[in-house]
């Protein structure tokens, strides 16, 4: 008896694209998954680079950035693949300049809250000769992820790469760019919209180069009330939205506002395909106040990641409920990056529970 022939089983596997139709706006079989800050030192195999490679050599160099963005995804066949990269790489390219240090974080040197700082920024130009890892590690990445998951690409907000600039480094209170906004705010939106032509720019690049979906990360929502949110940071993060769409029309953008979901009725018209939602508050809630036509992402708490393999069940399982049950033009994704020290076994109970519930 012959073998039963096997060409019905399909090589590409149907979900390959789950993700990338979900940020359409399309209801999908399942919930498709990716996770902030997937790639990053609760993995040991990241961590046996980021102990011995600075992080601008580690995410500027095509072949370690590709190895970096594909661990995790082989790991727990997660639906995306976000390039191994950070919101303020492309600032060198303008002018401003910055590194990751050891033990620090993020800091910026460059002053660009005076007059002369914010015109001494120029504009982003040709980025594969001033960026050129970022092309070769995007169009390697398409190669690794064509067929098999969905690859995406990302920019800071104007409002959180400006904030960033002016305060030098991480903050606890935003001093410096609130002191801008209050006392020269003419001053303070010529610096966001430059970071908002910037990163349009920027994102549709990426596009050019691969990446499938783009997200836009206020990551310093947090820092701002709702009134301040409307009056600097929305306008521009909407401008930047506005040159990726005009340029890209097929390509969705997510929005997410980390700190944000107090204000999610601001965020319904931002011109952008998904919202991500951060964890203060319940998926059904965000729904809720986002109207229900608008495809979301998130928002399982990462701490749920240091629970039992129980409460993580429950916890995505909960948030694919909030969101209307499985497909319901939702990406999950936690409500803000993996945390550092998160077990590796529980990022993968998080991902086949997204998986098994079906329809
Ligand atoms: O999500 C991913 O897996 C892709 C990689 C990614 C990194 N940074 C790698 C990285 C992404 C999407 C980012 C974006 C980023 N960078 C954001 C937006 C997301 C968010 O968290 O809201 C922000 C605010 C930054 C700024 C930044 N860069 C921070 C806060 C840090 C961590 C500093 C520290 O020491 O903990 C960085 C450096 C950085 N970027 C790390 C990683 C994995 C950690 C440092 C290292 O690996 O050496």
Request: charged share 25%.
């Amino acid at each position: 008896v012959p073998p039963p022939p096997t060409l019905d089983v399909p090589e590409v596997p149907t979900d390959h694209d789950i993700l990338l139709r979900a940020a359409r706006g399309e209801v999908t079989e399942r919930t498709p998954l990716w996770m902030m800050r997937q790639a990053g030192r609760y993995m040991k195999a990241f961590r046996a680079y980021s102990e011995n490679y600075p992080f601008r050599v580690r995410s500027e160099t095509p072949s370690i950035a590709v190895e970096l963005s594909l661990q995790c995804v082989k790991a727990y066949g997660l639906d995306g693949c976000i390039m191994f990269s950070d919101i303020l790489t492309p600032l060198s390219a303008i002018g401003i300049e910055w590194d990751v240090i050891k033990g620090k974080g993020p800091v910026v040197y460059t002053d660009v809250t005076t007059e002369e700082g914010v015109d001494s920024l120029t504009a982003l130009g040709d980025v594969d000769e001033k960026l050129p890892f970022l092309g070769e590690t995007l169009r390697a990445l398409r190669g690794h992820t064509e067929g098999k998951c969905t690859l995406l690409g990302f920019v800071g907000s104007p409002w959180t790469l400006s904030a960033y600039a002016a305060e030098g480094g991480g903050t606890k209170d935003a001093r410096k760019i609130k002191h801008m906004m209050y006392h020269n705010p003419d001053l303070a939106r010529k610096l966001f919209d430059k970071l908002a032509v910037m990163a349009g720019e920027y994102a549709v690049h990426q596009i050019d180069s691969g990446a499938q979906v783009i997200q836009v990360f206020e990551s310093w929502a947090h820092h701002l009330s709702p009134a301040d949110f409307e009056k600097f940071a929305k306008p521009a993060a909407k401008k930047t939205i506005e040159i990726i769409k005009k340029a890209k029309p097929d390509t969705p953008v997510i929005y997410f506002a980390n700190g944000g979901s107090a204000y999610l009725d601001l965020q319904r018209d931002m011109g952008c395909d998904m919202v991500c939602v951060d964890h203060q508050i319940c998926m059904a809630k965000a729904r809720s106040d986002l109207g229900a036509d608008v495809p979301v992402s998130g928002n399982v708490d990462p701490s749920v990641l240091f629970g039992t393999e129980e409460q993580i069940r429950q916890a995505v399982r909960d948030c694919v409920d909030g969101a209307g049950g499985p497909g319901n033009r939702h990406v999950m994704n936690l409500g803000h990056g993996v945390r550092q020290g998160t077990p590796e076994e529980s990022v993968g109970w998080a991902v086949d529970e997204v998986k098994r519930i079906r329809k």
